[in-house]
């Protein structure tokens, strides 16, 4: 079994920042891409950005240079800083990641953690 931990989120002004991060462990041998994603209220989850194991990165439009993510493989972590965040961006956050235990490559998630921009 695998479990992803995530930490971080929280209430933020508009226009301020936050770091999420997300810790896996359990049976692991590999990790490859890991994400996050983010469903509001009423609305689908959707990808906010992804990491590869080498460092290639994805965005949505939405977070561009406002959002980075980035990892820590020796420590199976992803984090996510974030900044200049709106109203627009609160939702809950989600961890995902590809992992192998050497005979499998299942998807994780995480439970969630909620991030509130508002004044």
């Known amino acids: 079994q695998v479990q992803l931990v995530e930490s971080g989120g929280g209430l933020v002004q508009p226009g301020g920042s936050l770091r999420l991060s997300c810790a896996a462990s359990?049976?692991?041998?590999?990790?490859?891409?890991m994400g996050w994603y983010r469903q509001a209220p009423g609305k689908q989850r959707e990808l906010v950005a992804t990491?590869?194991?080498?460092?290639?990165?994805n965005y949505a439009d939405s977070v561009k240079g406002r959002f980075s993510i980035s990892r820590d493989n020796a420590r199976n972590t992803v984090y996510l800083q974030m900044s200049g965040l709106k109203p627009e961006d609160t939702a809950v956050y989600y961890c995902?990641?590809?992992?192998?235990?050497?005979?499998?490559?299942?998807?994780?998630w995480g439970q969630g953690t909620q991030v509130t921009a508002s004044s």
């Open positions: 990491v590869t194991s080498g460092g290639s990165t």
């Open positions: 995902n990641a590809h992992v192998s235990n050497g005979i499998y490559l299942m998807s994780y």
């Open positions: 359990g049976s692991i041998i590999s990790i490859g891409v």
